[in-house]
């Protein structure tokens, strides 16, 4: 890439860098321009990028430009698609420079019946967040199109304000626009390290000097985790193999045409310079210097790996037979990185108070730049992101995941997961058994089926004892094993069910100021009596969620605080922080407690035969937390459920779990337990109404809208963070959004996520979480609705509610209380 192209927007490397800004910017690609230019628009203009080599060095100037708003079933992820695109479409008239956004369309293909239903569940989506999609015949997609093979398609989905833009170009204009609100960029900048004072950011260390500043982010890309290492910041991300071929100029190609994507043939298509691009994501991929890359890589092209790849591209090159045969003017191969789950990278890290992230987008970084600029913008200057981050927050990752090994195994496997068929039961199959509960073999032995839960291994559903599970095919209908899964699901109901947990997030706090902490952090009170289980929320000063959890006081001045898997480590750093300075320890548990579940109506008959504490309802109430003796065993137990019927939870010491699990199962043969796997919790859960942070609410929700005002403790001596915020939110009247159950009144059709609610024929919100509920007898989900007016139950039930289901709608019920034992009379037992 020449120079003197990249340094018309932008200012040439100087022998020295400013002394001081509020924030640094690490990358000068296309995230790295686009923070530092919506920090600049945000009013902060003190800001200072610093790019190693020249910008877009890094992937930037290889990407192949899709600008394509179709796709994601994320309300996030789209609305930071749709921004970007108004972005690159404004952004000449302001900057001068183009940025080669030709808003030409795209066609999504579907080749087979389950990309058919996974992309009409897409677009009904999609459509609500404002894209405009069409269903096209493939005679239609042939008129688009008219090189295109198109006897083997069912459809196509046409977004006609979707295109392609110039990636050098657009980085350039955001360079330029970042520049005019007087940010300095400052090229052929290598940073050496980050000095750090109490735990926060205090200086950017490079080769041109050290810059004193506030905050710094990381927009390294490929480099971002050897540059997050400096500072003890874990960035799993590693670069692998991405390709790309340009043919000949190809005869009748229009570059008017949309952009088409075939996902079954792993390839995507558009007109480049007369010729035809194909771009590539094969299902097994090549990792790219798992070492590390070279600090010196720049604009780095790849020997491309034609055994490997010359199947893949005769297949993918197959949707456009005339491409067959022409030549290929560029076979190109270039790294780029992805993630262990194929979502970015985002926000602040754990390990580091300012220091901020944005990398990792998995071959996305183009279509969603301009939205995660402004995101990271807002969340460094206001604290709040603006949207829901749980599925994207670097703090949802693990050291482990940087390991060598772990980023070998998994990379194979991301990359190619960009053109899966996204079905709603798939699981990662590369780098498993990381980390598994005490109950493994157990567990396996009764015939489970694992699944990835946080790198550990969940019990998903079980075949019975001595069997091998099979789950047979991935669908989105009824799968294989639905009878197991019914099965354990009634057993909880009528019987009595056994479930390892043991992969919860489990965190000991103790010492004199441990109950202040924990009062302060929680909106429930929490610290009022030993020996009793707490259900609160975590708030930030917005009066947003950000943890959903328990406290249990075990003693005056220790408490176990008990999360779920993906809150790990964000709810490890609000306690971490919280307590700093003050006499309150905070010690992680996970590995340390294994924790199984006893639920179900017999639970109390089964616990009581094995322990000589007295378990009565009079001697043990709901929210009850003792320890207890379990053979030669101690255990904690909590009487309390996520399931919706009498249970107990079970604090074991790993070392004596294996002996607690085998006396509940010998004790239990007579009263019909069963193990149940986590299918059945998120059935059970679902029927109940119960929530489950990052799925069904998140960092965007307050406790009123989302149901939780019951857990709210507004008069406890001083207060919480976001009582001001809440109360002020309370005031204001009742809320015009609110978390509802909702349930298809038409027992077949399946519900899993994103599916668009409507309330009388009109878009009032769509489905966050869902399942399959047993009991109820129809698919069950939680639903943020609202409308003009304040929601209760008087507008529920003065509407006619149906369901979007993959384009049929279909009709359903919504309610406020839970559509399972709304008196609660079963867990009170």
């Known amino acids: 890439m020449p120079a003197a192209a990249l340094d018309s927007a932008s200012s040439v490397a100087s022998s020295t860098v400013p002394q001081r800004a509020r924030v640094v910017v690490v990358g000068g690609g296309i995230i790295g321009t686009s923070v530092a230019y919506h920090l600049a628009h945000a009013g902060c203009r003190d800001v200072v990028l610093v790019e190693r080599d020249q910008l877009t060095s890094g992937t930037t100037w290889h990407a192949a430009g899709l600008m394509v708003t179709f796709g994601s079933l994320s309300e996030t992820s789209t609305a930071l698609r749709r921004y970007t695109a108004e972005l690159y479409d404004r952004l000449e008239g302001e900057t001068g420079l183009a940025t080669g956004f030709k808003r030409v369309g795209f066609i999504e293909l579907a080749a087979d019946r389950d990309r058919l239903e996974e992309y009409r569940r897409v677009a009904a989506f999609n459509r609500y967040c404002g894209v405009e999609v069409h269903e096209i015949s493939p005679a239609e997609v042939a008129e688009r199109f008219p090189l295109a093979r198109t006897d083997d398609l069912l459809a196509g989905f046409f977004v006609p304000t979707d295109g392609r833009v110039n990636p050098v170009d657009v980085t350039m204009s955001l360079a330029r626009g970042a520049r005019q609100q007087g940010v300095t960029i400052a090229q052929g900048v290598t940073v050496t390290g980050v000095t750090t004072h109490r735990g926060a950011v205090q200086s950017v260390v490079t080769d041109r000097g050290t810059i004193e500043c506030e905050v710094v982010v990381n927009c390294a890309g490929m480099w971002a985790r050897q540059l997050g290492a400096l500072s003890g910041v874990n960035v799993p991300l590693q670069a692998a193999e991405h390709y790309y071929l340009i043919t000949d100029a190809l005869p009748g190609l229009d570059p008017s045409w949309p952009v088409i994507e075939d996902p079954a043939n792993y390839g995507y298509y558009r007109e480049e310079v007369g010729g035809l691009m194909v771009g590539l994501f094969e299902p097994v991929c090549a990792p790219w210097k798992v070492e590390g890359v070279p600090a010196d890589s720049s604009f780095t092209t790849l020997a491309p790996d034609w055994d490997r790849m010359g199947p893949y591209v005769e297949q993918a090159m197959s949707r456009v037979p005339s491409a067959l045969d022409a030549g290929i003017r560029t076979f190109f191969c270039g790294p780029e990185s992805f993630t262990p789950d194929l979502s970015p990278i985002v926000g602040e890290a754990p390990e580091l108070r300012n220091y901020f992230v944005a990398a990792g987008l998995n071959s996305i970084g183009i279509l969603t730049g301009g939205g995660l600029g402004r995101l990271v913008a807002h969340w460094i200057l206001d604290g709040d992101p603006g949207a829901d981050v749980t599925g994207m927050h670097i703090d949802r990752l693990h050291p482990y995941q940087s390991n060598p090994a772990y980023r070998r195994s998994r990379t194979v496997e991301s990359l190619g997961m960009v053109y899966q068929c996204h079905y709603p039961n798939r699981s990662m199959r590369t780098a498993r058994g990381a980390k598994v509960s005490p109950l493994h073999d157990r567990l396996a032995a009764n015939g489970a089926w694992f699944k990835d839960v946080s790198g550990w291994e969940g019990a998903d559903w079980y075949a019975g004892p001595g069997q091998v599970a099979d789950p047979g095919p991935l669908t989105w209908g009824r799968p294989a094993f639905w009878a197991h899964w019914a099965a354990e699901h009634h057993a909880c109901r009528t019987a009595v069910v056994l479930m390892d947990m043991s992969f919860m997030s489990k965190f000991r706090v103790q010492g004199d100021e441990a109950g202040e902490v924990l009062e302060r952090l929680s909106a429930n009170q929490v610290a009022a009596r030993p020996g009793t289980i707490t259900y609160t929320q975590w708030l930030n000063e917005r009066a947003t969620i950000e ?108 070392e004596q779990a294996g002996h607690v699990h085998d006396l509940l199962v010998e004790a239990g043969r007579d009263l019909e337990l069963r193990h149940a796997g986590l299918k059945s919790l998120s059935s059970l859960r679902m029927e109940k109404g119960y929530r489950d942070y990052g799925h069904d609410i998140d960092n965007t929700d307050d406790p009123l809208s989302a149901g939780l005002g019951f857990a709210i403790a507004w008069d406890k001596p001083g207060g919480f963070v976001g009582l001001d915020a809440l109360g002020r939110r309370r005031a204001a009247g009742p809320p015009t959004s609110r978390l509802v159950q909702v349930r298809l009144t038409d027992p077949e059709p399946l519900l899993y996520h994103a599916e668009v609610v409507r309330r009388d024929g009109r878009e009032a919100g769509y489905v966050r979480a869902a399942s399959y509920g047993h009991t109820l007898g129809g698919a069950v989900g939680l639903a943020m609705v609202g409308g003009d007016e304040p929601i209760g139950a008087a507008w529920l039930d003065g509407g006619s509610w149906s369901v979007d289901v993959a384009g049929r709608e279909v009709p359903a019920v919504v309610s406020l209380r839970p559509m399972y034992d709304p008196t609660n009379a079963r867990i009170r037992g």
């Not at 328990?550 to 999360?563: N, R």
């Not at 379990?630 to 137990?637: D, I, N, V």
């Not at 909590?638 to 919706?644: A, E, F, P, V």
């Open 547 to 654: 943890a959903d959890l328990t406290v249990s006081m075990l003693g005056e001045s220790d408490f176990l605080v008990v999360a779920t898997d993906t809150a790990h480590r964000h709810v490890e750093t609000l306690l971490r922080r919280a307590s700093a300075g003050r006499h309150a320890m905070v010690t992680d548990v996970t590995s340390g407690l294994a924790q199984l579940n006893v639920q179900g109506p017999r639970s109390r008959q089964l616990l009581q035969a094995l322990t000589t504490v007295d378990l009565s309802d009079a001697a043990f109430p709901f929210r009850t937390a003792r320890e207890i003796d379990l053979g030669f065993a101690r255990a904690w137990c909590m009487r309390i459920t996520y399931l919706g019927e009498l249970g107990y939870e079970l604090y074991v010491p790993t």
